[in-house]
């Protein structure tokens, strides 16, 4: 089994001193190997006319999860990009809840990881409101 390599504490330094104008939108929840939980703090920006959460908001939801999980697994590489992403919109997402992101890695290789990515609104986890796959390219 491999190892984690940045925890908890570690992941959240990274996303605060990498990229301070998203890190306070995100708080991550657990850290374990191939496995990442996190929450977006939803806030009026974040919705969209008929006060549901965005689509553009669950989907960076879902790129920066499975962002974390890789760098969770491969160390603090801030140059890891995305290269496809695949998201199902399932359920309209209540406005006035945080939205929780369970992650896990499915292929962690050298050069791409592949990952698996639901989205809940807390409170409502036994029903998904979004689904996403995201393949990144590790530098």
């Known amino acids: 089994m491999q190892e984690v390599k940045l925890g908890l504490e570690a992941l959240k330094a990274f996303l605060d001193a990498e990229f301070p104008q998203v890190a306070e939108e995100f708080e991550i929840l ?8 996190v929450a977006l703090r939803v806030s009026e920006r974040h919705l969209r006319p008929g006060g549901t959460v965005s689509g553009p908001t669950m989907f ?20 890891a990009v995305t290269t496809s992403c695949s998201i199902d919109f399932m359920r309209k997402p209540p406005a006035d809840k945080d939205l929780l992101a369970d992650v896990e ?7 791409l990881a592949v990952g ?12 998904p409101v979004a689904r996403a796959s995201l393949t990144y390219s590790i530098p």
């Open 116 to 127: 698996d990515v639901r989205i809940f609104a807390r409170g409502a986890e036994e029903r």
């Open 60 to 79: 960076a939801l879902a790129d920066v999860g499975v962002y974390l999980a890789v760098l969770a697994m491969v160390g603090p590489k801030a140059l």
């Open 105 to 111: 890695v499915l292929k962690l290789g050298r050069v």
């Open 30 to 37: 657990s850290v374990a190997p191939m496995r990442l939980r």
